[in-house]
């Protein structure tokens, strides 16, 4: 694609979630990898609904910015997954409903914070391991993120919100759609005996879903 193209991707795409309730006011960021090697993000404090293609900030792979709007100072922790995950080519980080409330529990498993339920959530996440509680900025949240970005899709961050990849950015939505649905679901099914997949049926599904 096009640089326009992935910049009216990227809009339309934005758009789509905040309609459907995945982002609220400025909350979250969207970046890709671009032809040429440097990365389109959104702007900092942008809303998902009202981006503008023209104005989508550029950076290069050390955070330089190129052109457009600023950038949001959480595009440090995109390019520490960039760099350490060659596969992949888009991330998506949102505050969304299910994920977030998630997020803010005691107890979660550090290294899967959402036990395999559904084959949906193997295919397309796999694992969901996560960040131990940082402001958001803190440099250390990259450094977090590029020690675990080789072996993982999804990242949670504690009392924060979920770091989603793709191949491209339509795949990391998908992933981040269906990522937010089975967090709804493990809500939903708190306290209740689950019936959870085995690992010889967690094997068979590994890699089905790319």
Known sequence: MTEQALREEMVTLARSMFERGYA???AGNLSLKLPDGNFLTTPTGSSFGRLVAERLSVVDIDGNHLSGDRPSKEIAFH?????????CNAIV????TYLTALS??????????????????????GQLPVIPYLRPGDPQIATE?????????AFLLANHGPVITGTDLRDAVDNA?????????ALM???????????AEVSDLEGRGK
């Open 79 to 87: 390019l520490a997954i960039y760099r350490n995950s060659p596969d």
């Open 177 to 185: 759609e269906e990522l937010e649905e089975t967090a709804k679901l």
């Open 24 to 26: 609220t006011g400025g």
């Open 104 to 125: 803010c529990l005691e107890g979660l498993d550090s290294d899967n914070a959402i036990k395999p339920f559904t084959p949906y959530y193997v295919m397309r996440v």
């Open 189 to 199: 099914l708190d306290g209740k005996a689950i019936r959870y997949l085995t690992d």
């Open 145 to 153: 993120l590029a020690n675990r970005a080789a072996d993982y899709r």
């Open 93 to 96: 980080h949102l505050h969304s």
